[in-house]
């Protein structure tokens, strides 16, 4: 890469996100990216590739077509020199200022390095697909699937809106992971602009399994033997997993890599701001991170033949927003309500005493969950305790719910008692029946970590983008 690129770059880049020099994936990526920005708010207004008359039918984001070979003059540098010599764009449009000359001209000299006609998810499926097929090649022993995840910046990239930083998201990524493996592991870009990185689970020890329990009646039933190492427990919390449709062409390339034996959920790759705060807070440990770094923990016990430690304790709700979106994390436990956008019914859940709501109950007052929805649905409800266990939580009448007839939970008597170890509960609602939620337990010789999964079956086949989840702390008060 020539020094004046370099030099360049650097000016669009904090002198902190990387040290003395950034890496070559992002001086390339950088000149790529902010060279599309400008060409698509100066230039491709009439760059369309259309033939009707007043547009060119060079299609200027279109990266391929651009740097076509067999021009007299490759396009990059004759746009250049149009845009130099002031014929481009017309008079009728605003001229590029002199910085974005110098970026177009920096850009041009670098080789004009790749960018896509859009950072949208297609661009970032394409990349991890592909790097999933060199996956395959470079290990024949395992399928790269099983160890390989993704994060993407791409959907920071916004036309019309100024550009993200993305040499500090970048650094701020990679010191977030770091941190929460005592690894001072690097991703890899795995695309030209340098937004799509790969994530590998050997390397950064999260590659376990085989650390939990089936829990069942309060008691272990079982080792589970799916899909749940620590990054499970981030796609558990990930508020976004768009599925991919069994009728896109990207539907075979992701099959293996997508399977409930290789991910807990079938998320093809996370937002990298969103892993970030999923891991630090501030320059701390987030619970879900220390979650994770206790499995690895719990992990080098086995592999050493050493007893198994204690775990860490989960502090559920704690900071736990709304959510709502394609395909919801129903089965989090630092997130709040969850419903799909837009919602199937309305759903509303409250604590009464003596049949009226309050904001906390007293020691020992009994008290009841009123739910009401405005549609027929039926629900499970799960009652979460200060120690972060879990437990499917019976009740008096059944688990139906009628529309617009608001009904008291009680698990029988009086109503639920009060106590200083019941956290809150978690409901899910369904205007079909749903299963009983699996309860998993961690290995840990105590302070275990709980998780649950809410998964079709055969006999249940649900749809989770139409369930309603909703979180009820319970504060105790005197």
Request: some cysteine; overall charge neutral; hydrophobic content about 45%.
């Amino acid at each position: 890469m020539p020094r004046v690129v370099i030099a360049f770059t650097l000016l669009f880049m904090p002198a902190t996100a990387f040290g003395a020099e950034p890496p070559a994936h992002r001086v390339s990526g950088d000149l790529a990216i902010r060279a599309r920005d400008i060409l698509q708010r100066r230039c491709a207004g009439c760059h369309t590739g259309s033939a009707d008359a007043g547009f060119s039918k060079l299609k200027l984001l279109d990266h391929k077509a651009l740097t076509a070979k067999g021009r007299p003059v490759p396009a990059p540098a004759q746009l250049l020199e149009l845009v130099k010599d002031g014929s481009m764009p017309p008079a009728n449009r605003a001229a590029p200022t002199a910085a974005e000359v110098a970026a177009l001209e920096a850009w041009v000299k670098a080789g004009a390095p790749e960018f896509p006609l859009a950072f949208d998810e297609r661009y970032v499926l394409r990349h991890v697909a592909d790097d999933l097929e060199r996956g395959v090649g470079q290990n024949k022993l395992r399928y790269a699937g099983e160890y390989l995840r993704y994060v993407s910046f791409a959907h920071l990239i916004r036309d019309g809106e100024p550009l993200p930083d993305l040499g500090t998201l970048e650094a701020r990524l990679n010191a977030a992971v770091s941190t929460a493996t005592s690894r001072p592991e690097k991703l890899v870009a795995v695309d030209p602009a340098g937004v799509v990185f790969r994530i590998d689970l050997t390397r950064l020890g999260w590659s376990t399994a085989d650390l939990f329990d089936r829990m069942k009646d309060g008691k272990r039933d079982g080792l589970h033997s799916g899909a749940m190492g620590p990054f499970d427990l981030l796609l558990l919390e990930y508020p976004r997993a768009d599925l991919i449709a069994p009728d896109d062409p990207f539907a075979k390339s992701f099959e293996k890599f997508l399977a409930p034996k290789n991910q807990v959920r079938p998320v093809p790759f996370v937002r990298g701001d969103w892993l970030t705060n999923a891991l630090l807070s501030g320059k701390e440990l987030t619970p879900l991170a220390a979650d994770m770094k206790s499995l690895v923990a719990l992990q080098t016990a086995f592999s050493r033949g050493t007893p198994a430690p204690e775990g860490h304790v989960a502090k559920p709700f704690a900071g736990a927003k709304p959510f709502a979106g394609p395909v919801p994390t129903l089965a989090a436990v630092y997130a709040g309500d969850v419903s799909p956008d837009p919602a199937p019914f309305a759903l509303s859940v409250e604590i009464v005493v003596d049949g009226k709501p309050v904001a906390s109950v007293k020691d020992d007052v009994p008290y009841k969950l009123r739910v009401s929805s405005d549609r027929a649905v039926r629900f499970v409800l799960l009652k979460v305790l200060d120690d972060g266990q879990l437990r499917l939580q019976v009740v008096e009448g059944g688990d139906a719910i009628r529309s617009k007839e608001p009904r008291e939970l009680t698990p029988g008597g009086d109503g639920f008692v009060t106590g200083p170890e019941t956290l809150g509960f978690v409901l899910l609602a369904c205007e079909d029946e749903l299963p009983a939620p699996q309860i998993l337990r961690s290995r840990h010789a105590d302070k275990h970590i709980w998780r649950f999964l809410l998964e079709p079956t055969p006999k249940y086949p649900f749809d989770a983008n139409k369930v309603v989840r909703k979180v009820v702390p319970v504060s105790v008060g005197k």
